[in-house]
T-cell receptor, first 113, second 114 residues
Framework: GAGVSQSPSNKVTEKGKDVELRCDPISGHTALYWYRQSLGQGLEFLIYFQGNSAPDKSGLPSDRFSAERTGGSVSTLTIQRTQQEDSAVYLC???????????FGEGSRLTVL | KNQVEQSPQSLIILEGKNCTLQCNYTVSPFSNLRWYKQDTGRGPVSLTIMTFSENTKSNGRYTATLDADTKQSSLHITASQLSDSASYICVVSRYTGTASKLTFGTGTRLQVTL
């Protein structure tokens, strides 16, 4: 596609359930980021994938959070045993080169009841 | 500590007026500074990217300035339009030698009214 695609756009789940959020980056972009944006807050870095290098997971808030990027393209962010504080917008961004301009998706809004 | 501070937190201006948003940073070593516009419920969209050697950069009615000595940047919006209502986010990039790290400001929320 022409831009970064994220799905679902909205997800409502019950506390304790697992959720998967998907990001389809722009074709050919080697780097992919996941961010979390809580209401009225700035973007919080979660994880970064660059080519075949080991991902930078330093931003993941707990071991309930994990992400993978298969074949250097699509990425999935998984949150296990969701908590209410996980409610936020999860944004994915890709860039053609490390340090380059970021292209963001529209985000996945997660609400944990 | 690597930080990006933006001011004001929020701003209301009349359509047609100009405004200036500020960004101060302590990120080091500096690689580049970016301004993004984020409409409500949407992902951020890049406005400008400036490297160390660039003092000013324009994108239509948006003009960003950078003073790398004082570690300050500003985003000037000329002849504001209702569609300029959004959050404006300042992001500073540093290169650690192995990876590019981004530090985000919390944004300035701009509302343009009639």
């Amino acid at each position: 596609g022409a831009g970064v695609s994220q799905s679902p756009s909205n997800k409502v789940t019950e506390k304790g359930k697992d959720v998967e959020l998907r990001c389809d980056p722009i074709s050919g972009h080697t780097a992919l980021y996941w961010y979390r944006q809580s209401l009225g807050q700035g973007l919080e870095f979660l994880i970064y994938f660059q080519g075949n290098s080991a991902p930078d997971k330093s931003g993941l808030p707990s071991d309930r959070f994990s992400a993978e990027r298969t074949g250097g393209s699509v990425s999935t962010l998984t949150i296990q045993r969701t908590q209410q504080e996980d409610s936020a917008v999860y944004l994915c961004a890709s860039t053609p080169v490390a340090g380059g301009e970021l292209f963001f998706g529209e985000g996945s809004r997660l609400t944990v009841l | 500590k690597n930080q990006v501070e933006q001011s004001p937190q929020s701003l209301i201006i009349l359509e047609g007026k100009n405004c200036t948003l500020q960004c101060n940073y302590t990120v080091s070593p500096f690689s580049n500074l970016r301004w993004y516009k984020q409409d409500t419920g949407r992902g951020p969209v890049s406005l400008t990217i400036m490297t160390f050697s660039e003092n000013t950069k324009s994108n239509g009615r948006y003009t960003a300035t950078l003073d790398a000595d004082t570690k300050q940047s500003s985003l000037h919006i000329t002849a504001s339009q209702l569609s300029d209502s959004a959050s404006y986010i300042c992001v500073v990039s540093r290169y650690t030698g192995t990876a590019s790290k981004l530090t985000f400001g919390t944004g300035t929320r701009l509302q343009v009214t009639l």
